[in-house]
């Protein structure tokens, strides 16, 4: 049973319209993460969220705002959809522990192309 | 600029041979972690090796961390054709505190032929 669901698995948007990535966790993790991949940069973090708190955010635009409504989900939305956003957005969560080091557990990824 | 790399783009190698991917970093990191992406799917962990720590094993993976140079290796012997993946190092800097955020290399994409 996948522990780290990613929905859709595939998704076409037009550029300017707003989508929204679903990521559910059901490890019992604390911990969850947005990266993205794209042919042209590797994998890039995005957004930390503990305990459904941002902990860290490495994303300079605010058309990506993360939304936490439960301890197990942290979906993505995208606003003002550009053909740069093209890409597969993976979540990952983990358990933190004392002194960080934690194992990143990655989901099956979301491939979002923008036209 | 990158703040972890692996050193190669693609290695190939024949079922059996054994392998090493090569990683540099250019900040202070508390640990270094290798994963492993296969085709269509997200990364998933090989091994953690913390800062302390030389030297790592899970199976027929061996990893091996070096601070003073700012390196690592992972080393896969007996190789199989399923080992046939990308390979990314990725660093957790050593920012104090709690560490949340994965710096990941490009990645090396190693190909096993029977």
């Known amino acids: 049973d996948p522990k780290i669901i990613q929905k859709p698995k595939y998704l076409v948007a037009v550029t300017g319209s707003e989508k929204i990535l679903i990521c559910e966790q059901y490890?019992?993790?604390?911990?969850m993460y947005w990266y993205r991949q794209s042919a042209k940069k590797p994998l890039e973090f995005m957004f930390s969220?503990?305990?459904?708190?941002?902990?860290d955010n490495q994303t300079a635009s605010s058309r990506f705002q993360p939304q936490s409504s439960k301890k197990n989900h942290l979906d993505l939305q995208i606003t003002a959809l550009k053909p740069d956003d093209s890409a597969t957005y993976f979540c990952?969560?983990?358990?933190?522990?004392?002194?960080?080091?934690?194992?990143?557990?990655f989901g099956p990824g979301t491939r979002l192309l923008v036209l | 600029s990158q703040l972890a790399e692996e050193n190669s783009w693609a290695l190939s190698v024949h079922e059996g041979e054994s392998v090493t991917v090569n990683c540099s970093y250019k900040?202070?990191?508390?640990?270094l972690q290798w994963y492993r992406q296969k085709s269509g799917k997200g990364p998933a962990q090989l091994i953690l090796?913390?800062?302390?720590?030389r030297e790592k094993r899970n199976g027929r993976l061996r990893a091996t961390l070096d601070t003073s140079s700012q390196s690592s290796s992972l080393s896969i012997t007996a190789t199989r054709c399923e080992d046939t993946a990308v390979y990314f190092c990725?660093?957790?800097?050593?920012?104090?505190?709690?560490?949340?955020?994965?710096?990941f290399g490009k990645g090396t994409l190693l190909t096993v032929t029977p």
């Open positions: 990952a969560s983990s358990q933190p522990g004392l002194g960080g080091q934690d194992t990143q557990y």
């Open positions: 490890l019992g993790h604390n911990a």
């Open positions: 969220y503990s305990y459904q708190k941002l902990m």
């Open positions: 900040t202070s990191i508390t640990a």
């Open positions: 090796i913390r800062s302390n720590e």
């Open positions: 990725a660093t957790e800097p050593n920012s104090g505190g709690s560490n949340y955020k994965l710096t």
